[in-house]
């Protein structure tokens, strides 16, 4: 056993706590300095939670600061385009609601049904382009603006074989409309992008976004109404965009947003517009005189079917009969001939109609299978046009030419 005097003693007890002195100050700074800096996450984040999960209440975990980042003015070049013809336009859709009045058993007036779409605003005196069956049958019909306002509409005219009507309303004196002007769709090209605002699911004013996915589509909309050359889009239309704006990424008119295709009632991304080449001129007709003036062929017409040719002996099941010519008219002159046969047409309510006539097949091209081709046909030439004709008679193929009259 080693012995130490006493001044050895009180030598290493102090070397011994400069020591430990220094072992201590070393930890410290170790833990500080590595925290500071975050070079020890794991460690960090061990202790902290150690130690809020000791008993000591008075020692709390530093709450952590989320930084959020700024987004103005970070917007693509077509979030720009889609942002400025939004403002643009918008307020220059309208929305339109219908009610349709009846009367009960006690012949009190009720209202028997409503209906709502869309509309533009296309002259700052109140006028307003739609769709017919927007407001087909409609009793009253109520046009809301952007700001609120609400307005009661007229109908100026409408245009069953384009499906565009032309409403008005009066605006309050201090109310300044916007507009939207009308562009170009001859000009169109498929994959061009188109913009629709409407009024989907009373949803007010509503922006899709999209591109043309077919031109030059003839469409039936009902059943002696084919409206030709529509415009078919991918944007999103819905139930009561119906009369709204297709533009193009200048926030001009190039179609009126006008059918849907879909088994389920909602867009299924085929939407189909009327070219805007279509409703400039149906619009002009129908704010001077209330209707459109187009050139017709003065004669009736019956509907050829499968059963009349089986009796009459025709080769043709499709077609339009010529029944009467009116005497005199310019298709007189240009040779149309009509029935001499009269029989009995019909079941429980029998028509006489008379065969033996030509049967129209074709008009300025476009194969005539029916009356709605037929109108589709002559939906764009107005009075003094010149068609070609082809007629089935006696078995045989014959070109027309005529003039159209009122």
């Given at each position: 056993?080693?012995?130490?005097t ?35 996450k ?32 970070n ?19 309208v ?25 533009s605003?296309?002259?700052?005196r109140?006028?307003?382009?739609t ?9 009253t ?8 306002s ?29 507009t939207i002007?009308f562009?170009a ?9 188109v ?6 699911f009373a ?17 039936q909309?009902s059943t002696?109404?084919i ?11 819905n139930?009561?965009n ?14 009126i947003?006008?059918i ?33 003036n187009?050139?017709t ?22 077609g ?36 033996g006539?030509?049967i ?46 009122n």
């Amino acid at each position: 056993m080693k012995l130490y005097t006493g001044n050895q003693v009180a030598f290493y007890s102090v070397l011994s706590g400069i020591a430990a002195g220094a072992l201590f100050t070393a930890g410290f700074f170790f833990f500080t300095d590595r925290n500071s800096n975050g070079e020890n996450k794991v460690a960090s984040e061990t202790i902290v939670s150690t130690i809020s999960n000791a008993p000591d209440k008075n020692i709390r975990e530093e709450t952590p600061v989320l930084e959020v980042a700024s987004n103005s003015g970070n917007y693509t070049q077509d979030e720009l385009q889609n942002i400025s013809v939004y403002e643009k336009c918008n307020e220059a859709v309208v929305n339109i609601t219908t009610q349709t009045m009846g009367y009960n058993w006690f012949l009190e007036p009720v209202i028997t049904g409503s209906g709502s779409g869309s509309g533009s605003i296309i002259d700052k005196r109140g006028y307003v382009v739609t769709n017919v069956h927007v407001i087909e049958d409609a009793t009253t019909i109520n046009i809301s603006l952007a700001d609120g306002s609400n307005y009661e509409g007229r109908v100026i005219g409408k245009d069953v074989e384009s499906d565009i009507a032309v409403l008005k309303f009066d605006p309050d004196p201090k109310t300044e409309l916007k507009t939207i002007q009308f562009g170009a769709s001859d000009t169109l090209k498929v994959g061009q992008k188109v913009i629709a605002i409407g009024n989907p699911f009373a949803l007010e004013r509503t922006m899709t976004t999209g591109i043309i996915s077919g031109l030059g589509r003839p469409i039936q909309e009902s059943t002696n109404v084919i409206i030709r050359n529509m415009i078919q889009t991918d944007a999103a239309i819905n139930p009561g965009n119906s009369g709204g704006p297709l533009l193009d990424s200048q926030g001009r008119m190039i179609g009126i947003n006008t059918i849907i295709y879909s088994k389920s009632g909602s867009s299924s991304g085929v939407g189909f517009a009327i070219p805007v080449s279509t409703a400039r001129r149906v619009v002009r007709d129908l704010l001077a005189y209330g209707k459109v003036n187009r050139g017709t062929i003065q004669a009736s017409f019956v509907q050829n079917t499968s059963r009349i040719a089986a009796y009459a002996g025709y080769k043709i099941s499709t077609g339009l009969l010529v029944n009467k010519v009116r005497a005199g008219s310019l298709a007189a002159k240009a040779g149309l001939k009509g029935g001499t046969k009269a029989v009995q047409y019909g079941t429980f309510n029998p028509q006489t109609i008379y065969l033996g006539g030509d049967i129209i097949i074709e008009v300025d091209g476009i194969k005539i299978d029916g009356l709605a081709d037929y109108y589709s046909a002559l939906e764009d030439k107005k009075p003094g046009d010149r068609v070609n004709i082809t007629v089935y008679r006696d078995g045989h193929n014959i070109g027309l030419i005529m003039e159209l009259e009122n």
